[in-house]
């Protein structure tokens, strides 16, 4: 089963340091500013760790400011072994995120997978994957 805390800066760091050949941009930044990236989804909407049987699973959240950023980095351990009552729980956290701030249009960008955004209900347009309330 997954549960969810409000993330913390270390369990962001964390994640990040186990997805460095994903996000080699990322990696090479000095430390303070990672730490700054982590702070910066902790204002600018929501941010929360999850965790699968008590195991940390990854963190995620929607950055908003009139319009919505949807971020989500799991493990790679946590991508490898994605069930449907995980992707469900996934799925029903975002809809309600996004429908607690009354969110319109929600973006999103991902090098892991399209799929997941798609069964999310994003559609692709030039580059990224938006999500419209209709």
């Known amino acids: 089963m997954i549960t969810k805390e409000p993330m913390t800066v270390e369990d962001f760091l964390a994640v990040m340091q186990t997805n460095a050949e994903l996000y080699p941009e990322y990696a090479s930044l000095p430390e303070e500013q990672?730490?700054?990236?982590?702070?910066?989804n902790l204002?600018?909407?929501t941010a929360y760790s999850y965790f699968k049987d008590g195991q940390f699973w990854g963190v995620?959240?929607?950055r908003?400011?009139?319009?919505?950023?949807a971020w989500m980095i799991g493990s790679p351990q946590s991508r490898k072994q994605l069930t449907m009552p995980e992707f469900t729980f996934i799925k029903q956290d975002f809809q309600a995120q996004r429908?607690?701030?009354?969110?319109?249009?929600?973006f999103?960008?991902?090098r892991i997978s399209q799929v997941f955004l798609r069964r999310l209900g994003f559609v692709q347009q030039d580059g990224f994957h938006v999500w419209t309330r209709a």
Do not use: H
Request: proline letters at 0%; a neutral charge.
């Open 34 to 40: 990672k730490v700054f990236i982590a702070k910066l």
């Open 43 to 45: 204002i600018t909407g």
């Open 64 to 69: 908003y400011m009139g319009i919505g950023e």
């Open 60 to 62: 995620g959240g929607i």
């Open 108 to 110: 999103a960008e991902s």
């Open 99 to 106: 429908d607690d701030k009354n969110l319109w249009r929600i």
